[in-house]
């Protein structure tokens, strides 16, 4: 089919990119306090609020470490401060308060730890932040658990009214690692209108059947590294949004993922730019979906880079969006009179997949997708649930889910699409109600290129693996 037109170079990971990796410059006058030496009991039981936030609050030298000696400190909202880092050790466990009163009037202030326009700021230690998310469900369900909602109070509104783990508000090179997130209530780890921000040897673990309880949210924040992470969480694991501003200089790199939801999801909250984005080197497992973009409110994408990444997707349930595509790109409005965004320039790399369904690329009228490469990638379909299939999944908004036949790759409003190298196969006896490598309109979708395209079947015989050539390559 016709050649595409020229895509731009990939992104590569540059010096700079690095230079956030590097350790907050720690000074020849380093303090270190314990919040033990302000009264902080550490029983679990009573809180430690009032003694923690007296150990902050006393830090006079740049950096100050804020220690927590071996115990479990309960507390409500604890307000970090510029040039302090909360020190953690192993044994230590920062538990977050469950009732209302524990949190700030504000809702966008409702956090377990939060720091405000504070610069050279971080958490470490290898210790634990826990947010007893177990105690907001209201009804436990292996499908979706029922959570508590304070909206009744009118704190806030919606379902989503209960508090997230750990917040970075308006701040400046942020340092979180060596520490572990435990049962977040909502969000785990929140980063927004931040500039320069490194993330590293941080390990998440949320309920598997709690909605909402994103692994890491990035919003409107620049400049962000995250690196050797390990995520383990009912909602979206890694989530670049843009509410108030654009969302540039990302990189996620080195890391593990599991998730009832999307492992990377670019949106849904789109208002403004998301450019120059590197994933790389990631391990996806038993995921709803794979690598998502869900452009929604009108912000145009563009270079963004997905390499060197394992992926593995699973249906669920209905009730969590995603039908175990491997990959998902959609730009459709969010309601009929939003705006529609664009994805551009956008990179797969070296990917490989074994899932229940196929890859979705689906552009809109307004927000076509243009210059996209597939380049060396691995696809294997095979069924192993009992969820039904044939399904399309638009959520959130646009058309919801839309019966449509499975295929190996469904394409719709494209301009511009170069595959090199990609093998798709399907395990033998599953190609009854899956039989179409490609689905796609002319109409809608121009300017295909495919070079050293395979689709196949695979069939067991005596214990090896044999490809049978069902459709032959193009």
Known sequence: MGGGAAAAPIPRLTAITFLFLLPIVIQSHTSTISVRDFGATG???????????SAIDSCRTKPCYVTFPTGTYLTAT?????????????GSTILGGTKLEDYPKEFDRWYVILAENARD?????????????????????????????????????GDECRPRLVGFLDSTNVRVWNVTFRQPAYWCLHIVRCENTSIHDV?????????????????DSNNTVITRCHIDTGDDAICPKTYTSPLYNLTATNSWIRTKSSAIKLGSASWFELHNLVFDNITIVDSHRGLALQIRDGGNVSDITFSNINISTRYYDPSWWGRAEPIYVTTCPRHPDSSEGSISNLNFVNISAVSENGIFLSGSKGGLLRNLRFININLTYKRWTKYK????????????????????????HIDGLDVENVNMRWFDGQTVQWDNPLDFRPSTVNNISLLNFHSGVYKQLRGSSEQISLFGSN
């Open 43 to 53: 029983d679990g039981k009573h809180y430690d609020t009032a003694a923690i936030q």
């Open 78 to 90: 604890i307000f970090l401060k510029s040039n302090v880092i909360l020190d953690i050790p192993k």
């Open 121 to 157: 700021v971080g958490i470490t230690g290898g210790g634990v932040v826990d947010g007893q998310g177990l105690e907001f469900v209201v009804k436990f369900d292996e499908r979706k658990n029922v959570m508590v909602s304070w909206n009744q109070t009118g704190a806030c509104s």
């Open 203 to 219: 390990s998440i673990y949320g309920d598997f059947n709690t909605p909402n309880n994103d692994g890491i949210d990035i919003e």
């Open 389 to 412: 299939g044939g399904l399309v999944d638009y959520r959130p908004g646009c058309q919801g889910l839309v019966n449509h036949s499975t295929a190996g790759i469904i394409m719709e």
